[in-house]
Protein backbone atom coordinates (compact mmCIF):
# COMPACT_ATOMS: atom_id res chain seq x y z
CA UNK A 1 0.00 0.00 0.00
CA UNK A 2 1.53 3.29 -0.83
CA UNK A 3 1.83 5.51 2.04
CA UNK A 4 -0.40 8.64 2.74
CA UNK A 5 0.79 12.35 2.02
CA UNK A 6 0.80 12.89 5.45
CA UNK A 7 2.61 9.83 6.15
CA UNK A 8 5.74 10.72 3.46
CA UNK A 9 5.53 14.50 5.13
CA UNK A 10 6.63 12.87 8.00
CA UNK A 11 9.56 11.01 6.54
CA UNK A 12 13.04 12.00 6.52
CA UNK A 13 14.70 13.10 3.22
CA UNK A 14 16.54 9.67 3.35
CA UNK A 15 13.13 7.57 3.23
CA UNK A 16 11.99 10.00 0.73
CA UNK A 17 14.68 8.83 -1.60
CA UNK A 18 13.77 5.45 -1.21
CA UNK A 19 10.71 5.44 -1.67
CA UNK A 20 11.00 7.92 -4.98
CA UNK A 21 14.26 5.93 -6.53
CA UNK A 22 11.90 2.60 -8.00
CA UNK A 23 9.51 5.59 -9.65
CA UNK A 24 12.42 7.26 -10.97
CA UNK A 25 14.00 4.59 -12.52
CA UNK A 26 10.45 3.16 -14.04
CA UNK A 27 10.79 6.40 -15.84
CA UNK A 28 13.81 6.01 -16.80
CA UNK A 29 13.35 2.44 -18.62
CA UNK A 30 10.35 3.41 -20.12
CA UNK A 31 12.06 6.64 -21.59
CA UNK A 32 14.92 3.95 -23.20
CA UNK A 33 11.87 1.34 -24.04
CA UNK A 34 10.47 4.15 -26.07
CA UNK A 35 13.39 5.26 -27.48
CA UNK A 36 14.54 1.86 -28.69
CA UNK A 37 10.79 1.51 -30.63
CA UNK A 38 11.25 5.01 -32.20
CA UNK A 39 14.98 4.20 -33.46
CA UNK A 40 13.20 0.46 -34.59
CA UNK A 41 10.21 2.54 -36.51
CA UNK A 42 12.45 4.73 -37.84
CA UNK A 43 15.08 1.86 -39.55
CA UNK A 44 12.62 -0.57 -40.08
CA UNK A 45 13.29 -0.75 -43.98
CA UNK A 46 17.00 -1.43 -42.85
CA UNK A 47 15.57 -4.07 -40.42
CA UNK A 48 13.73 -5.86 -43.35
CA UNK A 49 16.82 -5.70 -45.48
CA UNK A 50 19.51 -7.49 -42.98
CA UNK A 51 17.19 -9.51 -40.80
CA UNK A 52 13.58 -9.98 -42.52
CA UNK A 53 11.29 -12.13 -40.36
CA UNK A 54 13.29 -12.00 -37.16
CA UNK A 55 12.01 -10.51 -33.94
CA UNK A 56 14.81 -7.95 -32.92
CA UNK A 57 15.79 -7.93 -29.43
CA UNK A 58 16.97 -3.91 -27.89
CA UNK A 59 20.44 -4.84 -28.76
CA UNK A 60 20.06 -5.68 -32.02
CA UNK A 61 18.09 -2.88 -32.93
CA UNK A 62 21.12 -0.47 -31.10
CA UNK A 63 23.48 -2.27 -32.99
CA UNK A 64 21.90 -1.75 -36.47
CA UNK A 65 21.05 1.99 -35.46
CA UNK A 66 25.23 2.48 -35.17
CA UNK A 67 25.93 0.30 -38.09
CA UNK A 68 23.37 2.69 -40.09
CA UNK A 69 24.94 5.70 -39.02
CA UNK A 70 28.46 4.97 -39.64
CA UNK A 71 27.48 4.12 -43.19
CA UNK A 72 25.72 6.71 -43.67
CA UNK A 73 28.52 8.95 -41.96
CA UNK A 74 31.30 6.92 -44.48
CA UNK A 75 28.65 7.70 -47.19
CA UNK A 76 28.61 11.81 -46.67
CA UNK A 77 32.30 11.46 -46.35
CA UNK A 78 32.92 9.96 -49.84
CA UNK A 79 30.95 12.42 -51.50
CA UNK A 80 33.51 15.21 -50.53
CA UNK A 81 33.02 17.85 -48.51
CA UNK A 82 31.70 20.94 -49.96
CA UNK A 83 33.53 24.22 -49.93
CA UNK A 84 31.91 27.75 -48.52
CA UNK A 85 31.45 28.95 -52.11
CA UNK A 86 29.75 25.39 -52.96
CA UNK A 87 27.31 25.49 -50.47
CA UNK A 88 26.62 29.08 -51.23
CA UNK A 89 25.90 28.67 -54.97
CA UNK A 90 23.75 25.62 -53.85
CA UNK A 91 21.62 27.84 -51.79
CA UNK A 92 21.58 30.88 -53.73
CA UNK A 93 20.70 28.69 -56.99
CA UNK A 94 17.86 27.27 -55.17
CA UNK A 95 16.37 30.40 -53.94
CA UNK A 96 16.53 31.87 -57.39
CA UNK A 97 14.35 29.24 -58.56
CA UNK A 98 11.87 29.51 -55.91
CA UNK A 99 11.82 33.19 -56.29
CA UNK A 100 11.32 32.34 -60.16
CA UNK A 101 8.61 30.24 -59.74
CA UNK A 102 6.59 32.02 -57.56
CA UNK A 103 6.96 35.14 -60.02
CA UNK A 104 5.56 33.41 -62.96
CA UNK A 105 2.56 32.03 -61.19
CA UNK A 106 1.09 35.33 -60.68
CA UNK A 107 0.27 38.07 -63.59
CA UNK A 108 3.13 40.01 -65.12
CA UNK A 109 3.47 43.39 -63.85
CA UNK A 110 5.76 46.02 -64.11
CA UNK A 111 7.81 45.13 -61.06
CA UNK A 112 7.60 41.22 -61.56
CA UNK A 113 9.18 41.71 -65.20
CA UNK A 114 11.55 43.47 -64.01
CA UNK A 115 13.01 41.55 -60.88
CA UNK A 116 12.90 38.17 -63.82
CA UNK A 117 15.24 40.33 -66.09
CA UNK A 118 17.68 41.08 -62.91
CA UNK A 119 16.91 37.36 -62.20
CA UNK A 120 17.84 36.40 -65.32
CA UNK A 121 21.33 38.57 -66.02
CA UNK A 122 24.41 36.39 -65.27
CA UNK A 123 25.77 36.37 -61.97
CA UNK A 124 29.05 37.97 -62.98
CA UNK A 125 27.30 40.52 -65.36
CA UNK A 126 27.36 44.19 -64.00
CA UNK A 127 24.45 45.87 -62.78
CA UNK A 128 25.23 48.82 -65.50
CA UNK A 129 25.09 46.50 -68.42
CA UNK A 130 21.97 46.75 -68.98
CA UNK A 131 21.52 50.42 -68.01
CA UNK A 132 21.26 53.10 -70.91
CA UNK A 133 24.65 54.59 -71.95
CA UNK A 134 23.11 57.88 -72.43
CA UNK A 135 21.00 59.64 -70.41
CA UNK A 136 18.48 60.35 -72.92
CA UNK A 137 18.97 56.68 -74.81
CA UNK A 138 16.19 54.32 -74.40
CA UNK A 139 17.19 51.13 -72.75
CA UNK A 140 18.22 47.80 -74.30
CA UNK A 141 15.23 45.51 -74.55
CA UNK A 142 16.18 42.27 -72.63
CA UNK A 143 14.79 38.85 -73.37
CA UNK A 144 11.23 38.48 -71.74
CA UNK A 145 10.17 35.58 -69.83
CA UNK A 146 7.50 33.32 -70.87
CA UNK A 147 4.82 34.81 -69.33
CA UNK A 148 6.00 38.64 -68.71
CA UNK A 149 3.98 41.47 -70.27
CA UNK A 150 4.31 42.78 -73.83
CA UNK A 151 6.25 45.81 -73.35
CA UNK A 152 10.09 44.47 -72.15
CA UNK A 153 11.68 47.28 -69.48
CA UNK A 154 15.11 47.95 -68.61
CA UNK A 155 16.53 44.81 -66.59
CA UNK A 156 18.44 47.32 -64.32
CA UNK A 157 18.47 46.64 -60.66
CA UNK A 158 15.11 47.13 -59.49
CA UNK A 159 14.86 49.53 -56.50
CA UNK A 160 11.64 50.34 -54.13
CA UNK A 161 13.18 53.78 -53.38
Known sequence: MAPS?????????????????PV????????INSSIEQLKLLLEQEFARHQPNSKLEKADILEMAVSYLKHSKAFAAAAGPKSLHQDYS?????????????????????TQTKLLCHFQRPPGAPASAAEPKAP???PAPAPAPAKASARQPACGLWRPW
Request: hydrophobic share 40%; proline share 2%; charged share 35%.
Open 5 to 21: TVAVELLSPKEKNRLRK
Open 136 to 138: GAA
Open 24 to 31: VEKMRRDR
Open 90 to 110: EGYSWCLQEAVQFLTLHAASD
